[in-house]
């Protein structure tokens, strides 16, 4: 069994993740009393650990899934074992054509750049995940993890944002305890973490491994000096996706 982070034993961290269901139902009792959790279903570790403490917070009965391929998803197959898993009600919406719809308005003379087309797809995930929550009665969960927070691994206004975010205090080392002893699929627990966007995973995307960036976060221990400047060069970039939007406050005196 992979270790978890040194700073907190199991013990502790079952004790967290129980303390995470109760907020969650107390989010509910204050936001939404009697409204569903929707949220996004990838296939990957983090939706399906969400999607699992709902479940254990509200019951299956009002946890709703969306699953949203674009054309084709090769790893469609873990999203549906999860919703299976679970037991919970899911709906599948195919984005393909709004993906389609929105690069092929582009005037002729604007060039999308290839991240504006790759952060595209998880925008307009987003919005359907709304409209979806809003045509069910439900609050949209958001399903960041404390390492992908600390280096900004998430698109603005796509999957970084939600209504409540149960998750966000936890390291990638803890993300896949909680998968274990919530008795999730091992296959859905140790999948290789991986946007699904540009065709690599996130640790060849980031430079460095999740193990390495939690050991930091948890313990401000790092080996390598270097992968320790690019950790803060993106942590310090990437701030501002946390921060409530600056608005200007005039001075009426």
Known sequence: MEKIADTLDR??????????????RDFFEKNGKGCNAVLGISG?????????????????????????????????????????HLGIKYYVINIKDAMDGIISAFPEDLEMSNQSRINLAPRIRMSTVYAVSQSVNGRVANTCNLSEDWVGYSTRYGDSVGDFSPVSHFTVQEMKEIGRILGLPRELVDKAPSDGLCGKTDEDNLGFTYSELDRYIRTGEIDDEEKKALIDRKHQMNLFKLEVMPAYVPDWK
């Open 11 to 24: 013990e502790k961290l079952t004790k967290a993740m129980n303390g995470c269901i109760e907020w969650i």
């Open 44 to 84: 990957g570790k983090d939706s399906s650990i969400v999607a699992a403490l709902c479940v254990e917070a509200l019951g299956k009965d009002r946890v709703i899934g969306v699953l949203m391929p674009n054309g084709d998803q090769a790893d469609i197959d873990m999203a549906y074992l999860l919703v299976k």
